[in-house]
Each structure stands twice: as structure tokens, then as C-alpha cells.
């Protein structure tokens, strides 16, 4: 709690300070709703109401459909004609690729098991954005300030998904060095994953602004909705304290390289370069928002670790709602948000 008295003495010193109090209390609201369907998972399992087939046959539905017409609505409705900043964007994906790149050079060394390698890595580089962004990006800077987040959705979406299934692919649990993985394989893997053609159906929407008609754009929007309460559900509905106890040091040691060690090597090189505002907080909650729900569906989907995947969701997720606030007030005690 007492790093919530410098926000408090601004408060009533009559400077500012609300807008950080409003983002934790914001941080707290966009989790708090995640961990309920976690916990409602897991009682309903308790219960006997949902078993190991539904959670099998639910992370199947959010993988082959509800995530895929998600991601399909998210890039279709992507403006890139507003406020196109291709520094921005270059600035983004460099910063992704070398996250990536140190993650799998690093990982392998201190993780033993391909299919954990894989899980921990993606967990790590592969932020919430897409659901967390352009929410809290309006929270911080309004409806005009968030237009820098609005830009980099197209971009990393389809980035974060195609690095998922080509990581996953090659920390698969059979390619331990007896069985070599071709870059074929790895293509095929890509262009048949259901989020990627999701997304890739959804490029054409975006560039042209096109869209669907009313009834089928509603419909859509249903199954998107299913994403992720179904997923969350499935993820508490497979959790066990046994494995959690197990995969603590892995998971806990995942969270605090996401949400500490990444930002620090990141946003100082992202305010070097000259971003300020909209386009630094844009940045911030790239590198900031907790472990995609996604990293979780992929994993289960794709042979990897699942439980070590849904454990780095839960602690990533927890830990945001201190980083994401200390994070806002440091940059803008800085004067740099």
C-alpha cells in the first residue's frame, strides 16, 4: 500500500495523481474479471460439472473458432489510415524481434523440457495487447491519444500469432534433436493455424474497409465473445495446486521477466528514440499487459506445456496490476506520458 502515498499526497496537494489512481483502479477492473472466471473454472471442476472432456473440447473451440473470428474482428475493424506512424511500428517489431531472439537464445539454457522452453518463451514475449490495449489506452490518453495503440494492433497481432506457432512448433515435445523440424513443416504450420487465417481473412477488411453486413457482423460477435470466458473457464477448470506448486519458480521467474525486466530494457530505449505520449504509452502497454489468453489456447492446442502456459497467464496477470501502475507514475512523474 505505500506505494500508493505519492499518488495520495498529489491528491491533496491539488496536483495530479487521479489519473494514476483512475489506471490502477482500471488495471484492477480489467483482472479482477479474469480471476472470477478462473475461480469459477476451478469450483465447477470441484463440483463435477465440468471435466477433462470439457476442458479438452473447450480449448478446441476457442482455438478452431471463437479466437480466430476474435482475431478476424480485431484486424478487420484496424484503421491504418489513421495517424500511420511507420517509426512507430518499426520501432515496435525490432523491439519484439529482439525480445524473441534473447528469449530463445536464453530460455533453452535455463529450462529444462522443449515443451516448457516453448511455453515459458511465449508466455513471456506475448502480451494481452489485443484485448487490454486500446481499453486502457483511451483510459490514459482518451479517445485521440489512443490512436498509436490502435495502429500497432495490426501489426503485432499477426506477428504475435505467427512467432506462437512457429515457436511452439519448433519446442514441440518430439524435437529434442532425434527428429529434425523442416521449414516446410513450420510454413504449414503457420498458413494452416486457424489464427492466422483468421487473421489473414481479416487483412482485406481492414485495408479497404470493407464491411459485413449487420446480421452477420452481430453473429460474429458472438462467438468472439466466447473467447474469453471459455478459455478461462477451461484454464481453471485443468488448475491444481500440485502442478502450480510444482511450476512456481517457473512461472514466478516468467512473470517478473515480463513485466519488469522487459519494460526495463524496452521503454528506455523507446524514450532514447524520442517517443513521448500517446505513442510511448502505446509502447508501455505493448510490453506491459500480462500474458495473452491466447498463450494458453495455443499451448493446449499445440502439445506444449499447458499447465506451465496457464500458470505464467495467472502470475503475469496478478503481477500487472502493480507494474502497470508504478509504470504509469514513474513515466509520468517524467514528464514523458
Not at 529450462?111 to 511465449?122: D, E, L, N, W, Y
Not at 512457429?166 to 534433436?177: A, E, K, M, Q, W
Not at 522487459?262 to 506491459?288: H, N
Request: charged fraction near 10%; glycine fraction near 6%; charge should be neutral.
Amino acid at each position: 500500500m505505500f506505494l500508493l502515498w505519492p499518488v495520495y499526497t498529489e491528491y491533496t496537494n491539488g496536483q495530479k495523481g487521479v489519473p494514476d489512481l483512475e489506471n490502477l483502479l482500471y488495471s484492477l477492473e480489467s483482472v479482477v474479471p479474469l480471476f472470477v472466471m478462473i475461480l469459477m473454472g476451478y469450483w465447477l471442476r470441484r463440483l463435477h460439472i465440468i471435466n477433462d472432456s470439457f476442458v479438452e473440447v473447450g480449448t478446441k473451440i476457442g482455438f478452431q473458432m471463437a479466437l480466430p473470428v476474435l482475431l478476424f474482428q480485431q484486424v478487420s475493424e484496424a484503421d491504418l489510415s489513421i495517424a500511420f506512424n511507420p517509426r512507430l511500428v518499426l520501432f515496435a517489431l525490432a523491439c519484439i524481434a529482439l525480445v524473441v531472439t534473447l528469449l530463445c537464445l536464453l530460455v533453452p539454457l535455463l529450462v529444462h523440457g522443449r515443451a516448457s522452453q516453448g511455453a515459458m518463451i511465449q508466455g513471456i514475449y506475448r502480451g494481452n495487447f489485443a484485448i487490454l490495449g486500446v481499453p486502457l489506452a483511451i483510459n490514459m490518453f482518451g479517445e485521440a491519444g489512443a490512436a498509436p495503440t490502435s495502429l500497432l494492433l495490426p501489426f503485432t497481432i499477426p506477428i504475435y500469432n505467427a512467432l506462437a506457432v512457429i515457436i511452439l512448433t519448433v519446442f514441440r515435445p518430439d524435437s529434442d534433436g532425434k527428429r529434425s523440424i523442416s521449414v516446410r513443416q513450420i510454413l504449414w504450420g503457420v498458413v494452416t493455424n486457424p489464427l492466422i487465417i483468421g487473421i489473414v481473412l481479416g487483412l482485406p477488411f481492414s485495408i479497404f474497409r470493407w464491411q459485413l453486413p449487420s446480421l452477420i457482423d452481430k453473429s460474429l460477435s458472438q462467438i468472439a465473445s466466447l473467447t474469453t470466458p471459455l478459455s478461462l473457464l477451461c484454464l481453471g477448470g485443468q488448475f491444481t495446486f500440485r502442478a502450480a506448486k510444482e511450476k512456481l519458480p517457473l512461472s514466478l521467474s516468467a512473470a517478473v521477466i515480463k513485466q519488469v525486466l522487459i519494460p526495463s530494457l524496452v521503454l528506455p530505449l523507446a524514450v532514447l528514440a524520442g517517443f513521448r505520449g500517446g505513442e510511448l504509452g502505446a509502447i508501455f502497454i505493448l510490453f506491459m499487459a500480462p500474458s495473452a489468453v491466447s498463450s494458453y489456447i495455443m499451448a493446449k492446442n499445440m502439445h506444449s506445456d499447458d499447465e506451465l502456459a496457464a500458470q505464467i497467464l495467472i502470475m503475469t496477470t496478478l503481477l500487472s496490476c502493480l507494474t502497470m501502475f508504478v509504470g504509469i507514475y514513474i513515466l509520468r512523474s517524467l514528464q514523458l506520458l
